[in-house]
């Protein structure tokens, strides 16, 4: 009896066993189908961002009215910014977080590029901390720095200024 009793709890244990790990592993499946597919999601708006900046880029060859031609450059920069971001969450394997480090320096050093700056023009120092941040906070953190960094390179510092410098820093912190 108690074999018997032993061999039917066996039989139970096993058969709840197999269901748990067919269960966990349609569950695994699942995330990595969701993981893949997110990182089509950000790679297909990445693609779709380079095409605008793209066609702002044709567009700005046929303009010849500086102030149009400064909105196209800054429509363009800020498209970029978004671009980045979407670059980087298709290349990392997280596709919830974001590298600030990375995104910030690749953005920064490119607003500096699109107004042929280089560190003899404009010092540049960049502290900003290893850090992960989701997408929806690191969208509008590279928004307002893109139009800082635009707005200083743009109004703050006349031709020819010796010790023109932007400091960009960005540290987390434990307080609210």
Sequence with gaps: LG???FSILSFLIYRLYTRVKNQHDVINKT???????IKEIHHRVKNNLQVISSLLNLQSKYITDENAMAAIKDGRN???SMALLHQDL???NDVTGVNVQAYFTNLVKGIFNSYNLGEDDVALHLEVEDINLDIDKVIP???ITN????????YAFVEGAEHAAIEVKL???SEN
């Design 90 to 92: 298709y290349r990392e």
């Design 171 to 173: 540290s987390e912190s």
């Design 31 to 37: 995330l990595k189908d969701k993981n893949l597919l």
């Design 3 to 5: 074999v018997g009793l």
């Design 78 to 80: 800020r498209v970029q």
């Design 141 to 143: 953190l590279g928004l």
């Design 147 to 154: 139009e800082l960094i635009t707005n200083s390179l743009k």
